[in-house]
């Protein structure tokens, strides 16, 4: 084990340093006085480094929740391929400036959520809140804008936001992303909402619906702004604090408010579809009517205007709608014609969303979805003695070369413990090597179902193995009699 390096407290700022702890209420196992001592100069670990858990808002993901999470990955994975979407991983940390120029400060992202720090060399670095800015740095600086467009980009992995944790929002949360590079047809718009819809709707959700709503372009936006801020400003005394304060900065963030008052007001607000250029309704329109076709549940929300701001036109979220009025969303995507030349690249339109598998999870749980099933073993591999424990390593080995899924339980001395793992775990087969058959070089072949056993050599074992497994598959399904459904 490496021991912990430590950094002196000045040197690291995150945020979670200049705030006080977050680690809940309890009792620390108490500093040695030697430790408390070191302490007193320059505290090489502290008192919350030494609990025994994870950061708030950060968490394990233990192998009972796994099922769910394969099934996701799976079906990301599966969109993906179908959708012709290359897998490319980008780095976790990035220059701090990347996240800023792309997502913009009056951002909560950028104010508030964003894990900052410098490193030992001095960058000022921040983990990802969200994958899109990576992905256009990614795009310029391998020099894609000029491979044949669209460049279709897909992603998976965590984000960081130093959000309020409670169900549904974390600081470590997992996002599925989806990028196209290079096209600004709405078509295109359309077909990322298609997959999108294509992963939830695969996973067993149901009762999901999309907002979609068109912010413009920045002139456009400019008009709308003026005649929010107007509008804002004759009622500013109904705004909760910090939407007043937004009023100066950053004014389309008050109608992402979720205080209630806010809501109230921003309700009767102007709405940005109405002061749309010509370019940016007819994009629209045909997005609907594109939407139409596939006949993806939707509908428009003039509100929505999406917590980044690197956003142009087509802005979308994906809702589950709980009944018992829990909701979430998904997933938020939308156009972003824009950035990839404000960071220094070629003029590239672009369309992508990302989608909260944490959430979708939780979806999946709350409506009783299937979970992924994990091939289990077929055979169980016991042993007893010294020499058969040895010998039973390889036949192990041997067994899952030839793609058949065993297990066993070399831990185990006695061989009514094993036998009693084999049948909880409910295999077909169970091999057993004896001190005997170790010396002789032979194994017995239990068949489970039928009770009848054989002696077969080691080296004839997983021809054996196979033959029972076959016929018992043929057992189950007489027109098949292929062994494939035992291998991996
Ligand atoms: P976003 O809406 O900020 O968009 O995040 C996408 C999804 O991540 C949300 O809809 C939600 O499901 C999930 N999410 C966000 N914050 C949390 C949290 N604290 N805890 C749990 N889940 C959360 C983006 O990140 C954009 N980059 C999407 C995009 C891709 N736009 C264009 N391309």
């Known amino acids: 084990m490496t021991p912990k390096k430590t950094v002196p407290a000045k040197k690291t700022t995150t945020m979670a340093a200049k705030k006080k702890s977050d680690s809940p209420k309890q009792s620390a196992a108490k500093p040695s006085p030697k430790a408390a001592k070191k302490s007193v100069s320059a505290p090489l670990v502290s008192e919350n480094e030494l609990l025994m858990q994870s950061l708030r808002g950060m968490r394990d993901i233990l192998p009972d929740e796994q099922p769910y999470w394969e099934r996701v990955r799976r079906s990301l994975s599966s969109a993906a391929q179908e959708y012709g979407f290359q897998r490319i991983d980008i780095p976790t940390v990035e220059y701090l400036h990347l996240f800023v120029r792309s997502i913009k400060q009056g951002t909560d992202i950028i104010d508030k959520e964003i894990y900052e720090f410098q490193t030992r060399g001095g960058d000022r670095v921040a983990l990802r809140p969200e994958f899109t800015a990576g992905m256009g740095r990614a795009y310029i600086q391998h020099g894609m804008s000029v491979l044949p467009k669209p460049i279709r980009l897909f992603s998976m992995g965590p984000v960081f936001r130093y959000d309020r944790p409670q169900e549904g929002r974390y600081r470590e949360l997992w996002q599925g992303d989806f990028e196209v590079f290079g096209e600004a047809d709405p078509i295109l718009d359309a077909q ?46 109904k705004l909760c604090q910090v939407c007043r304060d937004r009023l100066s900065t950053n004014p389309m963030r008050v109608l992402d408010c979720k205080e209630d008052k806010c809501v109230q007001l921003t309700a009767q607000a102007p709405q940005a579809l109405d002061f749309l250029d010509d370019e940016s309704r007819a994009h629209f329109k045909s997005l609907l009517e594109y939407l139409d076709e596939l006949e993806l549940p939707y509908s428009i929300n003039p509100r929505l205007v999406r917590g980044l ?48 598998l ?22 169980f591999l016991a042993q007893l003695g ?77 021809d054996a193995v196979k033959k029972v497994l076959k016929s018992n598959v043929a057992l189950a399904h007489p027109s098949h009699t292929g062994v494939a459904h035992s291998e991996k």
């Open 192 to 237: 990322v909402m298609q997959v999108a819809y294509r992963v939830v709707h695969e996973l067993g959700l149901r009762d999901i619906e999309f907002q979609v709503n068109s912010i413009g372009t920045p002139e456009s936006r400019k008009r709308y702004e003026k005649a929010l801020v107007r509008f804002l400003e004759s009622q500013k005394h």
């Open 309 to 356: 701001d690197y956003y142009t036109r087509t802005v979308f979220e994906i809702w589950s709608s709980d009944r018992e009025g829990k909701k979430y969303a998904l997933g938020g995507g939308g156009r972003y014609d824009l950035l990839i030349q404000e960071l220094g690249g070629e003029p590239t339109p672009a369309i992508g969303f990302g989608l909260g």
């Open 358 to 379: 944490d959430r979708i999870v939780l979806e999946m749980k709350r409506t009783q979805v299937r979970p992924h099933e994990f091939a289990k073993p077929r055979v």
């Open 386 to 462: 010294d020499l058969a424990k040895k010998k039973s390593l390889r036949l192990f080995a041997d067994l899952e070369k030839h793609g058949i899924l065993a297990a066993e339980s070399f831990g185990r001395g006695s061989l009514k413990a094993q036998m009693r793992v084999a049948s909880r775990l409910g295999v077909e087969v169970t091999v057993i090597l004896g001190q005997k058959e170790a010396l002789d070089g032979t194994a017995i072949v239990k068949d489970m179902v039928s009770g009848t056993q054989e002696t077969v050599t080691q080296e004839k074992l997983t």
